[in-house]
């Protein structure tokens, strides 16, 4: 790849990326608690649609997979498959915020509504992450032109992650729903549009398949199975994939907790008279702003220390700050919102990085096993594994604050339920950090030049 291509290809992929996290960061961050404190979806119905959502990730990834490698020119076409899914994904998005009447509480029709939301959003989701991510191995191979791409990508998610930031001020942290409905249809016309920009140059670029190759998918079409089993034995055979996987899968579990539940920990632990609306609003969007500014600012120390020693720095930082945190106490509010930002910021910069060493795996496994479908099918490993985190991540923190008497209006409860919230905000973050510094030292492909040496 050349210098003069590289440019608007860049181009292209970041605004895919635009488009991509201006809806994933909103949707994460809010529908928790849209569905728990607007809706007043009953804890029963919660846990089914998080199950149901599970089990539909499983078979989604799988049907993502045969996309992907299908023969159709719909599916053998990754910008075919874009403009299919870029306005679908849209409209999903749209879905969990306008209620279908007015829920009463525990109403069965909001427990339906959080069911067709999360599938449908997942669904369109992952037909767009998993075609960019696949694009990211197959194009980018080089180790330089990735980190140019990563320094590119992140102004784009530092863009998208402004997202957060206007939701929260113009509907007052949701308290406002008419408002934050008004914006959530702004953002949805901008990511479709920046979406439907970068794969229309993003059409140039993409790797076509031969006549060979397309010969080749027709010939395998009755083996399809037994070549995903195949494949996935073989990949799964590798140990540094395993330990990613596992890896990966704590830091969607604790990225999906935070998503999900920082802005109703803040709301119960930090008082109003403490930190008004306002403030929470910029707390919550400097998680996701400045972790896109700490990976900008430090690709000069990725590109001299590499991924490996960065991520494992990210654990030690955040473990290292949830031991402080719960030696201070939670009496002490600003260093309390200090450090869920803090966290956020360590959590979202980390998991930035994670598609350099999956990249580099790919790059492995194909000198290994020289397969047309690889990147494809490493990717959807990947989230076939590390997507049911975000599912066990909601079910099992709501089933613990439950214990506490979440969601009793008895006031009695209040102190341990905040005790509990506190303990949860600060020992999952370290207990995680333990597991994931514990796995990562295992991991052995630590940069690129390591297998590239060995040939």
């Known amino acids: 790849m050349t210098l003069l291509n590289m440019k608007p290809i860049t181009w292209a992929y970041s605004m895919i990326t635009l488009g991509t996290e201006m809806l994933n960061c909103v949707f994460s961050f809010y529908y928790v608690k849209l569905f728990l404190h607007l809706y007043k979806i009953s804890d029963m119905a ?95 191979t080089r180790h330089e032109s990735r980190l140019q791409l990563i320094k590119i990508n992140q102004v784009a998610s530092l ?120 403030i929470r609003s910029l707390m919550y969007g400097a998680g996701f702003i400045c972790s896109q500014c700490l990976v900008l600012t430090s690709l000069s120390w990725l590109k001299k220390c590499g991924y490996y020693k960065i991520i494992l720095i990210s654990f030690y930082l955040k473990g290292t700050a949830s031991i402080v945190m719960l030696l201070l106490g939670r009496q002490y509010y600003y260093c309390f919102a200090l450090y869920l930002t803090f966290i956020m910021v360590i959590l979202r ?41 975000q599912s066990f991540s909601p079910m099992m923190i709501l089933s613990r604050l439950n214990l506490h008497g979440y969601g009793n209006p008895n006031s009695s409860v209040l102190p341990d339920l905040h005790d509990a919230m506190f303990g949860l905000i600060c020992l999952v973050p370290l207990g995680i950090a333990v597991i994931q510094i514990l796995v990562w030292s295992l991991f052995s492909t630590r940069n690129k030049t390591d297998y590239i040496g060995t040939l």
Not at 104 to 129: I, K, M, N, P
Not at 232 to 260: P, W
Not at 379 to 384: D, E, Q, R, W
Request: net charge negative; aromatic share 16%; hydrophobic share 50%.
């Open 349 to 389: 910069a980390s998991f930035s990085l994670f598609n350099l060493p999956l990249a580099d795996m790919v790059d492995v496994d194909l000198l290994k096993f020289n397969w047309s479908s690889l990147p494809s099918m490493v990717f959807g490993i990947n989230a076939l594994f590390t997507k049911p985190a």
């Open 46 to 140: 919660f846990y089914q649609a998080q199950i149901i959502f599970m089990v539909w990730n499983v078979i989604n990834n799988l049907i993502g997979y045969f996309h992907d490698n299908s023969k159709a020119e719909c599916c053998s076409s990754r910008h075919v498959s874009f403009l299919c899914c870029a306005f679908l994904y849209a409209t999903a998005f749209l879905l969990p915020w306008f209620p279908w009447k007015y829920y009463q509480e525990g109403d069965w029709l909001s427990g339906l509504h959080l069911v067709v939301s999360l599938c449908a959003f997942d669904s369109t989701l992952t037909c767009v992450q998993q075609a960019q991510r696949a694009l990211f191995a197959e194009i980018f």
């Open 159 to 278: 863009v998208a992650s402004t997202s957060i930031l206007f939701c929260g001020l113009i509907s007052n942290n949701m308290e406002i729903l008419p408002y934050f409905q008004a914006v959530a249809i702004v953002i949805a016309f901008l990511a479709a549009a920046s979406l439907y920009a970068g794969m229309y140059h993003m059409r140039h670029f993409e790797l076509k398949r031969s006549p060979e190759e397309n010969l080749l998918l027709e010939s395998e079409d009755d083996l399809a199975w037994t070549t995903v089993v195949l494949g996935m034995r073989q990949i799964l055979s590798q140990k540094n994939f395993y330990l990613f996987l596992i890896m990966n899968f704590f830091q969607v579990f604790h990225l999906t907790f935070f998503n999900n539940f920082m802005m109703i920990f803040a709301d119960s632990l930090i008082p109003r008279d403490a930190l008004s609306s306002s």
